[in-house]
């Protein structure tokens, strides 16, 4: 059975900085993609950050620079630090992990709220 649990999401002021984990079993982790998306209320789910499998990392526009991801493939785990947080960061970040089209599996999200 496949389960990825996210934590780390809080209420954070702006310019504060939070880091999420996603911790993987059932996977042969160091194989797959490890992606965090952010979604809204009312609107998609939008890709933030990935890491590949070796280690090749992109990131949205408009979290360059701010945010990074990172992996442990002994953990089976995949971060997202976060720093400079501002208000439009808010939202439920939920990691992904992706192999094939048949293989992509998602957790159950962590709310992060960048409020004063």
């Known amino acids: 059975q496949v389960q990825l649990v996210e934590s780390g999401g809080s209420l954070v002021q702006p310019g504060g900085s939070l880091r999420l984990s996603c911790a993987a079993s059932g996977i042969s982790f160091n194989t797959y993609a490890m992606s965090w998306y952010r979604q809204v209320p009312g609107k998609q789910r939008d890709l933030v950050a990935s890491i590949t499998s070796t280690q090749i990392t992109s990131y949205r526009e408009s979290v360059k620079g701010r945010f990074t991801i990172f992996r442990n493939d002994r953990s089976n785990t995949v971060y997202l630090q976060m720093k400079g947080l501002k208000p439009e960061d808010t939202g439920v970040y939920y990691c992904?992990?992706?192999?094939?089209?048949?293989?992509?599996?998602w957790g159950q999200g962590t709310q992060v709220t960048v409020s004063s």
């Open positions: 992904n992990a992706r192999r094939s089209s048949d293989e992509e599996y």
